[in-house]
Every structure is written in structure tokens, then in C-alpha cells.
Nanobody, 122 residues
């Protein structure tokens, strides 16, 4: 089970820190990722971390404003969001997978998903 938290309503220029806790995962996770979906738009991948390789990714739309990190146990993923803009308004979802497959956290076949946390910037 993935549980997101930290979503809120903020003014433009504000900051939020999202957390995603992987509760109950007895199998070590291979990767975790953040996605977002705004009303009427498709799902967008925001960030990922592949734990074994240290490979990280941030979408061009958030690079320089957002940062992705993890805890030492690789069970919690964070998304620090600074300089938030109205276009960042979306439901943010956490995803994860324990299978050691290429691009498994791309979203198309990722095994575990959270329920989402709402971020509103206005």
C-alpha cells in the first residue's frame, strides 16, 4: 500500500513537500515515482528514483523547482515542490514497483499506486 500525504492549497510561489510511504511492503521496492493529473489532462510523470542505480528523473516542467528524494530504507519517497505555479495544480500520485525491469516505474505497467493527494495553487 502506498500512502501519499502533504497535499494542500497554496498561493503561487509557495512550497509543499509531498510524502509517499510504502506501508506493508515486505519485498524491497526497486523504484518509486510521482505522477500528476490535472483536470481534463492526461497523466504526467513528474519524477522517479530507481534505488539500485540511483537513477533519478525530474520532468522538464518542474526541473529547478522540484526535488525528489527518498529515505534511507527506500520505503518513503518525497517530492519537495518550490515556486509552485497554478499549472502545478493537480492530483499527485505515487507509484512503485519491486520488479527489476527496465522502465518499470514509467507508469504504463507499474504495480503499486497510491490514492493521490491534491495540490492546488491559486
Amino acid at each position: 500500500q502506498l500512502v501519499e500525504s502533504g497535499g494542500n492549497s497554496v498561493h503561487p510561489g509557495g512550497s509543499l513537500r509531498l510524502s509517499c510511504a510504502a506501508d506493508g511492503h515486505s519485498v524491497s521496492l526497486y523504484c518509486m515515482a510521482w505522477f500528476r493529473q490535472a483536470p481534463g489532462k492526461g497523466r504526467e510523470k513528474v519524477a522517479h528514483i530507481y534505488f539500485a542505480t540511483g537513477n533519478t528523473y525530474l520532468a522538464a516542467s518542474v526541473k529547478g523547482r522540484f526535488a525528489v528524494s527518498r529515505d534511507n530504507a527506500n520505503t518513503t519517497l518525497y517530492l519537495q515542490m518550490n515556486s509552485l505555479q497554478p499549472e502545478d495544480t493537480a492530483m499527485y500520485f505515487c507509484a512503485a514497483d519491486s520488479r527489476r525491469l527496465p522502465a518499470i516505474c514509467s507508469g504504463s505497467n507499474t504495480a503499486y499506486w497510491g490514492q493521490g493527494t491534491q495540490v492546488t495553487v491559486s
